[in-house]
């Protein structure tokens, strides 16, 4: 199957989709909800039979949808933070790593703009973990944060699992919690949807190859994944839009094939990432620092 | 025709493709040629009714396609310069705007990436305009060369053509030289093809919609646009793929025809942006300075 | 007398440490206030006298000290917009723009930090002249404004006076605001000061060499002028700290004196730029549209 | 003393200023000679003794003086690529490290202008560790390089020193090159001067405070750092012009000792570091692959 995508609330559609008898499914589970006025779906692949359907590794996949966002109300900003930072809260708690020193990744190339959501978010995080050395009683009622965004294996010249594999035996976090840009099977989705996962992640996977992976088993701490798709692969587009034909593959199919490289993205992607990175990052300084308001991390970015 | 292209070699291709006997074919002509090694299109759309079957104003239309450079031969950067400055400078020549001096516009928005690419020719372009008053004998063999990024509606309030019209009026250009986005239909000359035309340019035809014409008749000199597509309509690929077969429109498609706003772009379209954008600068300031060398080009705007 | 500063206020001080007698000291006024919390210098200069003495065009010149908004008070972003607001919006009155159409100018380089004040203003000012054309309904409670940021003489070879007349001409606004970086005498004005004028404005005063004036005579319409002293001329620091003393001049100073292009400045004038225009942007959106919130302007302008 | 500099050839200087009597000067030697036409000094630290009167580490420290660059000679960047590489080249060998694998340490704040040097010249260096091991033959002739810009402490909570530590525990290079912005007592040396030194580094020495040292004894390879003076310690300066006379502190010099983040810097400093960055990667490409062209640089970095 060419199509392919990062969320797992999108292979669990396309998994219901190609499976007819309720019988077949089995190891996977999804509900949806509301919080703050979002639509949240939480997909949970139980065992192995799961994930070998949806083609994922085992664990929680919640996804946030944004579209109220888009309509501008007043106070959309705020509502997402808080789903955000709620059900972000609730994993770590469901991870056992409340209360624990953090160190945040910001994944993918600052450069290529749909990648740099990861560094994007890293400007907008509260880092706290030299100032618990400096001043620690001012600093005692703040979450201990980290933060680093390795650069890509093009930039570096070492898998960025491998730089914060490093860096994790160095400052011995409780959690990781690693951003990075995610590619969807929808249009639909992209810029609008944010998923947290507690299974780990492959750095690159959004807009590259896969990659040595960053979970619980090669950081030795719990790692909640944060992305948000930026892009659609341009070949899964087309993919999608001719899977229900029999036509003939043409010439732009074929280059989409032959050019992994082209992408769909919103036109303003630029202003999509600046401000999806300011709602990630308060996302996580409020799911770490309970009690703080948006003013407060306004304050202390300034 | 859902589908869009800036480009009048596609507009020609589309054209060809529709009509089926040679005796229809009448008002446009096209011949191919090769210069530093590139393949040159021109094609000329010689009356109203060319103009017509074509949809593109009557004009001269130059096409220089840039594979070569891909490949990452040598000179290939020095070679792609010649080619283009040597089509640009027989086009100012065959317009009469030979020696005059020149306004050079950088048409787009610089904040969304496939679209500033006029801006970023803008700081590739050798600007002598004040030179010219401060140190008239040290100048005297260059041209005469003034330079603006008018920004787009959204940003200034005003249409760019007004804002180069009222410059114009100031400074009494006998040349205009307009460089913009363009889109067109096949993925595979995304940053790979420039082309240049003798019609004008409506500014916001690359990544926007249609707006108030720069061309001779409002400007009151020749005005030579020079554009690169850097995308291709999200939609226009859709309709592509699709074109050929009966096929039901399904989500994704219907999503592209909501959302005008999404576009197909290759990966690293900030790189293709600074690399493409000193190309045309380049080869902009040698067509109208003809016998300067690439270095002296890096001196003058070190 | 070597010293350089583009403040009235200072400018002020320098010629009231300079005048013994009291009876020398005419044609010009100061008195000081507070408005939201903030001090406000207001320097009248009377007549060509005054102006002479002082070394400024003859009008009024309100100086806001931003001191207070250093120590981070919760309220103190809004507090400084609606001082500066309230301020701007008072002197448009004085000079009978009330209710004018409006062109923005945000004059200086934005490739150089220090000089890029006026184009990021621009990007926190909210546009709508063209919105009044296309849906005039919806926008007739709001300020009909335009903006352009016209670069530099040596990015366009045109004088920014010329390109801003040019445009005012075709677009016929009745108030033109200029925005501009100061330079100021003291260390401890930079980025902590606003300056509000009637007097128009020369750009390329901030951080270069004087050119065409824009104000009212040149424009025909009332120019106010913002400006922000981002620099400290270094040789102006320099005869500053050595201006009672009679000591040789050394090393240091010569070079100074040779190299004009040596500037004194916050090292994170990147993060003081970006505040402050935010903080101008909206000061301005709020005295043109009286009744506005602050979270209003966030989000036209998201 | 308030005299703040980085660069040995400047303490030297200081030293050779504060003693009289030749008797006096032991356990420092300096000697200058030129290089492509370019003036190199040569000071080396020989023991404690000297260490201490100079203030700073034994070991050699070189200074590249690119004053004939400012010229725009036609050739005068591949002079400049050239004299660093030769002289960065030689104290590799010196150090033994010749034909190491190399991690290279990019310094600094990309958001401070003046201090972003280290992760511009990341930018410009040729990476390849993750060539070697995908293509081993094809690159079996390059220099095996990683590269990494930590990050500052204010951004990353952790000190760069430990992130280039655990990083060289994973990675083992032979060699670590070390790239940081330095603080100059001289305008006249600023962007206009390179220091060579096998000392290793103090992150953070040259726009804010000392750090962990990165050198040989704490990564366990030799530590060759690069840097360039981007700033005068404003305070600095005031101090170097007044310490000859005897005049009472002034507002501005107070201003300046309690405003230790006041800097002067070139006005144009954006592009400098833009220009600096370039000729200091390329010098580092050419020092490690012997035989390689500037043009080849080029290509490789396309």
Redesign the interface.
């Known amino acids: 199957m060419g199509i392919r995508t990062d969320l797992a609330v999108e292979a669990h559609e396309i998994w219901m989709e190609s499976t007819n008898e309720i019988s077949e499914r089995s190891g996977v589970s999804a509900k949806e909800y509301e919080r703050e006025g979002f639509k949240i779906t939480r997909v949970e692949i139980l065992d192995e039979n799961g994930a070998r359907e949806i083609g994922k590794p085992v664990g929680t996949y919640i996804t946030v949808e944004l579209t109220n966002l888009i309509k501008?109300e007043?106070d959309a900003f705020k509502k997402a933070v808080l789903a955000i930072s709620e059900e972000l809260r609730d994993m770590i708690e469901d991870n056992g790593a409340k209360g624990m020193n953090v160190l945040i990744a910001g994944l993918g190339n600052r450069?290529?703009?749909?990648?740099a959501i990861g560094p994007a978010v890293?400007d907008n995080v509260m880092?706290?973990?030299?100032?618990h050395y400096k001043m620690p009683d001012e600093f005692k009622s703040f979450a201990n944060?980290?933060?680093?965004?390795?650069?890509v294996?093009?930039?570096?010249?070492?898998?960025s699992g491998?730089?914060i594999?490093?860096?994790s035996?160095?400052?011995k976090p409780g959690l990781v919690i690693a951003i990075d840009a995610l590619a969807s099977r929808?249009?639909?989705r992209?810029c609008t949807t944010v998923q947290i996962s507690d299974t780990g992640i492959i750095p690159g996977a959004g807009?590259g190859n896969a990659r040595s992976r960053i979970d619980r088993s090669t950081i030795g701490a719990p790692v909640i994944a944060l992305g948000v798709p930026t892009?659609v692969d341009?070949a899964t587009?087309?993919e999608?839009?001719?899977s229900?034909?029999g036509?003939?593959i043409?010439?732009?199919?074929k280059?989409?094939r032959e050019?992994g490289?082209?992408?769909?993205?919103?036109?303003?992607?630029?202003?999509y990432i600046h401000?999806t990175a300011k709602l990630m990052g308060y996302a996580i300084n409020i799911a770490l620092n309970p009690g703080l308001e948006i003013?407060d991390v306004d304050?202390f970015l300034?």
């Open positions: 501008r007043n450069n290529i703009t749909p990648d890293i880092v706290t973990r030299h100032l944060v980290a933060a680093i965004s390795p650069g294996l093009g930039m570096t010249g070492v898998e491998d730089i594999r490093a860096l035996g160095k400052i929808k249009l639909s992209l807009v892009v341009a587009l087309a999608d839009l001719l229900d034909s036509i003939t043409g010439d732009s199919q280059t989409l050019k490289d082209m992408i769909v993205t919103p036109k303003d992607i630029d202003k401000d003013t304050m300034s």
